[in-house]
């Protein structure tokens, strides 16, 4: 049967059709599908990253457990031999100073005039020395002082006491200087 339909358009009834919806409402589904698979990539990839990072770990661990006894070993060594190298230190420091007490002591006793008897020669730190001595003059005490103060091996001498004394019924005069000494001026060790 065939129908004709006599209304006018605006009032005719819509046929049915298929509605296809439009791009932009499909817009946010299709982003929120791109964003989702974006991070599910970036979480495979992170996992895949972390668990190559683990079985590299595990390898590192599981060698240095190997290696311990070795690198316990190569440290024992290393302190011995930086122990070793302090005593040499020490040995080297202490050969260097004997050399320059002896420079120092004949370098005093080129100093001395005639007359004149040290009785103490003490090491006080950071160089510096007491000497105390005796002799008849204070003229002599003062060639002392001058002499030692003209040596390389020594920056000043200064007097600290000279009093008279008394040494088996003999006048003296007893003095005690104090010096501070140039190690730069010491030659190198004697060669024997």
């Not at 929120?32 to 979480?43: E, Q, T």
């Not at 320059?100 to 002591?105: E, K």
């Not at 103490?120 to 005490?141: A, C, I, K």
């Not at 002392?144 to 920056?155: K, R």
Request: proline share 5%; charged share 25%.
């Amino acid at each position: 049967m065939i129908r004709i339909n006599l209304l006018p358009r605006d009032e005719q009834p819509a046929k049915a059709r298929l509605a296809i919806p439009q791009l932009g409402a499909l817009a946010p589904l299709a982003l929120l599908l791109v964003v989702a698979v974006g991070v599910g990539g970036a979480w495979y990839y992170q996992s895949q990253q972390i668990k190559a990072l683990n079985t590299v770990i595990a390898a590192e661990e599981a060698e240095t457990r190997q290696l311990a006894p070795e690198i316990a070993k190569i440290q024992r060594l290393n302190q011995q031999r930086k122990d070793l190298n302090d005593r040499l230190d020490v040995i080297t420091r202490l050969d260097a100073d004997r050399y320059f007490r002896v420079h120092l002591m004949d370098e005093l006793n080129r100093s001395l005039p005639e007359h004149m008897w040290l009785t103490r020669f003490e090491d006080v730190g950071s160089d510096e020395y007491t000497v105390e001595g005796v002799t008849f003059s204070n003229f002599l005490v003062s060639d002392f002082l001058q002499n030692v103060t003209e040596s390389p091996y020594f920056a000043s001498i200064s007097l600290l006491v000279a009093e008279k004394g008394e040494i088996d019924k003999v006048r003296v005069v007893k003095f005690k200087a104090q010096a501070k000494a140039v190690r730069n001026a010491a030659p190198a060790p004697f060669e024997g």
